[in-house]
C-alpha cells in the first residue's frame, strides 16, 4: 500500500476511516473531559447556579413591587 497522504474512497486503502475515527475521538475526548469537569465540581457548580438564580428571582420581585407602586 503506497501511502500518498490524500483521503481517499477506495476499498484498498483505510485512511478514510482512520481519519473520521480520529476526528470522534478526539471530539468524544472533548466531551468526556468537559463532563469530568462539571462532575467533579458538580456541588460548587450547583450553589453558584441557585445563588445566581436567587439573585435574579429576587431582582425580578423587586422590580414587580416597584412597577405596583
Not at 18 to 25: D, K, M, N, Q
Not at 41 to 60: H, I, P, Q, S
Request: aromatic share 16%; charged share 25%; net charge positive.
Amino acid at each position: 500500500m503506497v501511502q500518498t497522504g490524500f483521503a481517499t474512497f477506495e476499498n484498498t486503502e483505510p485512511r478514510v476511516g482512520l481519519y473520521i475515527g480520529g476526528i470522534f475521538t478526539i471530539i468524544g475526548g472533548f466531551f468526556l473531559t468537559v463532563g469530568g469537569t462539571i462532575y467533579l465540581n458538580f456541588d460548587g457548580l450547583r450553589k453558584k447556579f441557585f445563588r445566581t438564580a436567587g439573585k435574579v428571582a429576587d431582582a425580578y420581585e423587586k422590580e414587580r413591587e416597584q412597577e405596583k407602586v
